[in-house]
């Protein structure tokens, strides 16, 4: 293990801990902006909808979450579902994301990520973002701006604005060419072991795994880094001979 240029983060889980997903409040907070409801559909009946379409296209399967590597943003999704039910909402596409997720999944910053950011800000490792996630790009970045408002992240790459999500290696190609960097330069750090850790070590580069936010149950690796807490993983870095060099 040596001294990265560059560590990548993942959002959900890892930097983020959102509280378990509610797609009925979500739509509920967006159903208040509705100026056509035509069939007079409750907020239950239009999260059914949702998810009876998400079931078809394998979408959010915990399970098959790594063989689905083509996003389908909300930025699509929405439209059709509102206006296949007769809604009509006075609201942007992204005004709809960000009013749903705020109510659907609130979210806080892992505890301890803020001192380790601030650690490798210290020790000059330059900072990025790659999330798989279908909310918009900007309402991406407004919510970890708003939760993280120190950090220093040079981008934030989110499937919904680049076609592929992880473990597809064209998203990290994507973060390396945007860093100048080489694979074996920069770290990867996320929660989920197919999408994150295998993702990340087929692309080159140093995979890192945080379970301390896992919501889903999973199997130890003990091949890869793995950590539980921050100060831990700055226990690591600062145990490794040469790493301030």
Known sequence: MKKPKMILFDYGQTLIAEQKFDGVKGTEAVLQYAVRNKYHLSAEQVQA??????????????????????????SMFEPYLYESLGIEI??????????????AAPGVPTEGIKDFLDYLKSKEIRTGVISNIAFAPSVVAERINRLLPENNF???????????????KRLFDLALEKAGLRPTEVWYIGDQYECDIKGAFH???FPVWYTGAIDLPYKEDKSILTITAWEELIGKMEEQAGFLI
Request: charged share 30%; net charge negative.
């Open 154 to 168: 040079e981008f934030i790459l989110t499937s919904s604005n680049y076609i592929f999500r992880k473990p597809h």
């Open 90 to 103: 006075a609201l942007s596409n992204s005004e709809i994301d960000r009013i749903f997720w705020d109510a």
């Open 49 to 74: 909808r949702a998810n009876e379409i998400n079931q078809e296209l394998k979408r959010f399967d915990p399970e098959q979450r790594h063989l689905f590597q083509i996003e389908i943003p909300n």
């Open 203 to 205: 692309a080159g580069l």
